[in-house]
């Protein structure tokens, strides 16, 4: 006979199926209503997502439209590892709704999607330490409404990675308990995810908050030492297995860290917090500016709720839980001290825990900080509710009003954070040059849109000029550049790569050695400038050495250089003094476009190869008034020319583009003698060459780009993108994914149960 179930669990059951969905249409509503609807929005914020982010995904989700794992970018300084550079997340499953809707559509699913997986973490997670529904609906709500997690709709990659925190911590329960093999396979997996997501500093922080909860749930559980023992190894073994399983994406990417310019050591101050370094004297006024009024810039406003700060403390009160209140107010304490940056002495002790001090903007990590204060907020209800429900002989807590007082308090935070407005610097935008646009993220999402920015009190503005230089631009090999200057470029240089256009510059946070050196010494005149603690971070907005070091230009194939109106006047000086021919666009915006006339081909013959002094002393050769590229050019290792005397530049041949495509370039190489073809894109490890079907070797030429020898006669050369990097995260992803399935496989005769 089959026991019905009560009207209690039938109450829950329902209950179980309704938080979830109610908890994604109020995500959906307040994300429209924030974020969708016509109004004013961030302005240095969201540049980003138009300027980088939409490219990068455009990017990505052709790439792999295409049939092509994306591997190689061609289109940002002079070429760079597409996989290796993480941000845009390239494996991140998530990411494959990018391939099936529209890449404006997919964004905006996404930043849904994830934050409703934060708040339906943070529910799961407040029920497994025995909350009630309104409690955990009310931590769940103020995660993905509160300042944290919604500001970073405008930064992606943090807010995917951010997103999967709550789950592991509701993971981290059932490490606890035993059997853990099933709860360890779902942490790693969790954690791979987190990964993958392409923000490792966030990766990195999950990992220290992951430690703290576990912490905070042993103690509360008062395990003995055997348990306390096995749930810590369980946590470090899901970690290990996580970047295991993320291992495609990260050896390549540690393979980049080190070509790039870093040694591994701390970075200092200036450059961990490069909007300002916190100097405050007074603690208090520390606290209101870089926790409780963190705003404006890229360093994201996290206000924690006026309400949410009052009612948090009542969850030490809560006898039964007072280890988990205290762990929490711990792990807020954390992430607030390491935000607060050398204003406290414990700055520097924090610093020399791993993975912290490698990161700019440690305050990003308030996001956690943001977590811990929505869980105290559920404690602190729970509470309430469990007071008022032991006092019978309160007329509050008997009859139809005990539920009345945590249901106005749930309402009364959750309406603090749904009425902010939101502390972020506000602009316009417009579609034209008068017409204001319903809704920036609306528009600027849709395929077609060309989003214009402008703030009369920042006066930031993007437009899509590699759009409108296609005519121009389209079918040549050659490089584009677009000097501007402050935060927000008018043309992104990102966006170029977005239509197939190759630009001289492009944001990238991790960069080789030598593109570091190579742009810094054109920019600055000094290739040492990128030194490990302040790394280059690919832009290149100054023109100041345009005219002294103007041949490192001429060497990228640097043809075109693009501007704005509004800023010629700034570069007229440089620009004057050169022989650029000037074209003028007259659509909107009226950009003005330059032809660089002395710039190199892409590829070309050069007719013999000097030995590469070191650092700077390279750059002064090649700035030399007899240095000649197509006479010479300085290599790294033997090029294996004869040593007659060199063939004049008219007499060495030709070379043409056969393909010109991002992995794999093939050129027709018509040689009249023995000559070196440079080809001007990174010089980077995986890159392969055949002249003929037959394997030669690729030599470091002017530094930067790649050359090699070839014989008189018409050559077939291929140079082709295979990095061995990649096949050999593929087999440490393959092996660690076969024991995540061995640990999640349920063991034969066991039962079942909901821990599991």
């Known amino acids: 006979m089959v026991e019905r179930a009560g009207p209690s ?27 969708a609807l016509p109004g004013e929005l961030a302005g240095l914020t969201n540049g980003d997502l138009f300027s980088y982010y939409y490219p990068a995904y455009l990017e990505l989700a052709q790439s792999w439209r295409s049939g092509h794992l994306p591997l190689w970018n061609p289109h940002h300084l002079a070429g760079i590892p597409h996989l290796a550079a993480l941000q845009a997340g ?9 391939m099936i809707l529209p890449v404006a559509w997919g964004m905006a699913i996404m930043a849904v999607a994830h934050l409703w997986l934060a708040a339906w ?111 810590l190894a369980g946590l470090a073994a899901a970690g290990l297995l996580g970047i295991g399983l993320a291992a495609v994406q990260l050896v390549p990417s540690m393979e980049l860290i080190g070509e790039g310019p870093r040694d591994g050591s701390l970075l200092i101050a200036e450059r961990m917090f490069p909007f300002g370094v916190p100097r405050e004297t007074d603690l208090l006024s520390a606290l209101d500016k870089h926790i409780f009024q963190q705003a404006g810039g890229t360093q994201l406003g996290f206000g924690f709720g006026v309400l949410a700060l009052l009612l948090a403390p009542v969850a030490l009160l809560n006898r039964g839980r007072v280890s988990i209140s205290l762990g929490f107010f711990a792990l807020f304490l954390f992430f607030c001290l390491l935000a607060l940056g ?135 090999p050659a490089r584009v550049w677009s000097p501007q200057r402050g935060l927000a470029p008018v043309i992104p240089p990102k966006l170029a790569g977005a239509v197939g256009n190759r630009a001289f510059g492009g944001y990238e946070p991790i960069n080789t050695r030598r593109q570091a050196e190579y742009y810094d010494y054109f920019v600055h005149g000094q290739a040492t400038r990128s030194l490990a603690r302040k790394p280059f971070a690919g832009l290149v907005k100054s023109t100041d050495g345009l005219i002294e070091r103007r041949r490192l230009l001429d060497l990228a194939a640097v043809r075109w250089i693009t501007l704005p109106a509004s800023e010629v006047i700034e570069h007229i000086r440089e ?38 002094p070191p650092g700077d002393l390279l750059f002064e050769g090649i700035l030399s008034e007899d240095f000649d590229p197509y006479e010479t050019t300085f290599v790294e290792g033997a090029a294996g020319l004869p040593e007659e005397v060199a063939a004049k530049p008219a007499e060495l041949g030709s070379v043409r583009f056969i393909e010109d495509g991002a992995r794999r370039v093939e050129l027709e190489v018509d040689a009249r003698t023995h000559a070196l073809l440079v080809l001007a894109d990174t010089h980077y490890p995986g890159w392969q060459a055949e002249i003929d079907g037959e394997r030669v070797p690729i030599l470091p030429a002017n530094h930067l780009f790649r050359a090699v020898a070839v014989k008189p006669g018409n050559k077939r050369v291929v140079f082709s993108y295979r990095p061995r990097s990649l096949w050999i995260g593929a087999v440490i992803s393959l092996a660690s994914l076969g024991v995540l399935l061995l640990l999640a496989r349920k063991p034969r005769g066991s039962p079942t149960t909901l821990r599991e």
């Open 121 to 231: 973490g943070t529910l799961l997670f407040c029920r497994s330490l025995g909350l009630g529904w309104a409690a955990a609906l009310l931590a769940g709500c103020a995660v993905t409404m509160g300042q944290a997690y919604p500001a970073m709709t405008f930064f992606p990659n943090l807010l995917e990675s951010a997103a999967w925190l709550p789950l592991g911590c509701a993971l981290c329960v059932g490490l606890v308990e035993a059997p853990r093999r099933r709860s360890i396979a779902a942490l790693a997996g969790v954690y791979a995810m987190s990964l993958l997501a392409g923000y490792p500093q966030f990766s990195v922080f999950t990992a220290y908050a992951w430690g703290i909860v576990l912490v905070t749930l042993l103690l509360w559980r008062r395990c003995p030492p055997q348990v306390f023992g096995a749930a």
């Open 342 to 476: 050398p204003v406290t002495p414990l700055f520097d002790w924090l610093l020399h825990l791993p993975g912290l001090g490698s990161f700019r903007l440690p305050q990003r990590g308030l996001f956690i900080a943001a977590f811990a204060m929505a869980v105290l907020c559920g404690l602190a209800l729970d509470q309430i509710e469990t007071r008022l429900r032991d006092r019978p002989g309160n007329s509050v807590s008997s009859g139809k009003l005990r539920p009345v007082v945590p249901i106005v308090l749930m309402l009364l935070v959750l309406g603090e954070y749904a009425l902010a407005r939101p502390s972020f610097l506000r602009v316009h935008y417009l579609s034209g040059p008068e017409q204001p646009v319903e809704g920036a993220l609306r528009d600027a999402w849709r395929p077609d849109h060309r989003p214009e920015q402008k703030s009369r009190g920042t006066d930031i503005r993007i437009y899509h000029a590699p759009s409108a230089l296609a005519p121009w631009l389209d079918g040549t």
């Open 90 to 98: 390239p494996l991140y499953p998530p990411h494959a709704v990018l």
């Open 9 to 35: 669990e039938a109450s829950d059951r329902r209950i179980r199926v309704l938080a979830p969905a109610g908890m994604a249409l109020v995500t959906a509503v307040f994300w429209i209503a924030k974020f």
């Open 575 to 612: 620009l004057s003094t050169l022989d650029f021919r000037n074209k003028v666009w007259t659509g909107r915006g009226n950009l003005y476009l330059y032809e660089n006339t002395a710039a190199l081909p892409r590829a070309y013959l050069s007719a013999s190869a000097l030995p590469a």
